[in-house]
């Protein structure tokens, strides 16, 4: 991280000014260069939170930099973090279990003109769902495909038979994905087969959970 280290730098700096007539002078050298080096965000730390002492202003500037870092690279793909995987995945398969009866094959796929992120995410999805004990896939659409009329950024499609299980899958991934999800009851469709359609640009959080905005 850019700033892991200023506060425990900073303070180091501070104690080192006690000793610094019994330090030799190539190490007085090396310490006159990590100062330098570190005031530009002492001043813009001391600036932005003047009511703060130097190490408490450090780190709230740190703080600022990871949000501002994240939000600046929210377009780029991120796998869900491992405490946020572990409970959807649970969820998951209590929704497996129940609905064993209809042997669910879900299967995700994206508009041929997605971002590459999306793509990655439909992947990571087939994926969790797979681990699950579902029959689960990623197909990349041969194709541009144009979303039906008023789909949401998340668009399903499924037999009305299925419309329990669905619900209760749309749950399960509730943490992992924030959108506006449309539905559609196919009767011709197989009854099991679910077809998970992401037509929206996602936006990925540090813990890898998706928003669509």
Known sequence: MLLGGIVGAALSL????????????????????????????????????????????????????EITRALATRDVFRPLNSNVRGPILQSLRDVRQRHDALAPDV?????????????????????????????????????????RRNAGPV?????????????????ALGPLITARATAEQTPEAPVGLIRFRIHGEPEFNPDGTVVFR
């Open 155 to 171: 668009d399903l499609q499924f037999h009305p038979d299925a419309a329990a299980l669905v619900q209760e899958l749309a749950q």
């Open 14 to 65: 501070i104690a080192s000014e006690v000793y610094r007539s019994f330090i030799p002078s190539e190490e007085v050298r090396r310490l006159a260069s990590v100062e330098a080096k570190l005031e530009p965000f002492v001043e813009l730390a001391q600036t932005k939170f003047p009511q703060l002492e130097t190490e408490e202003a450090l780190a709230e500037l740190a703080r600022d930099i």
């Open 107 to 147: 299967e995700f796929t994206t508009s041929g003109s997605s971002a590459t992120r999306t793509k990655r995410l439909g992947q990571e999805l087939a994926e969790l769902l797979s681990e699950a004990g579902f029959k689960s896939s990623f197909k990349t659409p041969a194709f541009i495909s144009v979303p």
